[in-house]
Structure formats: structure tokens, C-alpha cells
């Protein structure tokens, strides 16, 4: 089972930036698609943002024009590049496969995105 491990979270002013990374454990990542995903306290897990095997990007449209996903396949890694950060986009951040493209793997423990003054 493939092991996932997010990081890059924390406490960030309205506006601010963070950039979160997602490291497998294996070198898989490449034969995906990717998805970052959020998860708020009451609220459903939602995808945030998609980047294919071939390094297309699809977002949701509360984040569009704001987040980035990018991949590095040899450093197994997959990145979200958060900029404009707003409260609304407080939440615990996942990655995952594209759960569009097939079955998921297990979650990793997530990362904390907390956005307040």
C-alpha cells in the first residue's frame, strides 16, 4: 500500500502563501493523476486541484486563478502552490489519486491550513 506523507501547512494571515508537498513512499506517482484535496471541520472532503500523468491542471473554482499543482515525478513528489490565501480555505489539505481515474489509496495524516489574522 502505497504510503503518502503531506506537509507544509500552518497559520497564515488573509492574502498570505504556503506551498504544501506530498511524498509517497514509492516511485508511483508518475503512473497517476494526482489530486489535492481539503477537507474543512463539518464539511465533506472536496478536490481542490487535478494534475495528470502529463502534467494537465484542472481546479476547483473556489481556488481557480489562486492555487497551483505541480508535480515531480523523481522526487515522488506532488506540490500545491497556495497564493491569496482567504479563511474560507482553512481546512486539513490531502493528496490522493484523481478519484475520477480510479480507486484511491490510503490517506495520509493531511496537513493543517489555518487562514485567520
Known amino acids: 500500500q502505497v504510503q503518502l506523507v503531506e506537509s507544509g501547512g500552518g497559520l497564515v494571515q488573509p492574502g498570505g502563501s504556503l506551498r504544501l508537498s506530498c511524498v509517497a513512499d514509492?516511485?508511483?506517482?508518475?503512473?497517476?493523476?494526482m489530486a489535492w484535496y481539503r477537507q474543512a471541520p463539518g464539511n465533506q472532503r472536496e478536490l481542490v486541484a487535478i494534475?495528470?500523468?502529463?502534467?494537465?491542471?484542472n481546479y476547483a473554482d473556489s481556488v481557480k486563478g489562486r492555487f497551483s499543482i505541480s508535480r515531480d515525478n523523481a522526487k515522488r513528489t506532488i506540490y500545491l502552490q497556495m497564493n491569496s490565501l482567504k479563511p474560507e480555505d482553512t481546512a486539513v489539505y490531502y493528496c490522493?489519486?484523481?478519484?475520477?481515474?480510479?480507486?484511491?489509496?490510503?490517506w495520509g495524516q493531511g496537513t493543517q491550513v489555518t487562514v485567520s489574522s
Open positions: 490522493n489519486r484523481d478519484v475520477a481515474a480510479g480507486p484511491l489509496f490510503a
Open positions: 514509492r516511485e508511483i506517482l508518475s503512473f497517476y493523476n
Open positions: 494534475v495528470t500523468v502529463d502534467g494537465r491542471t
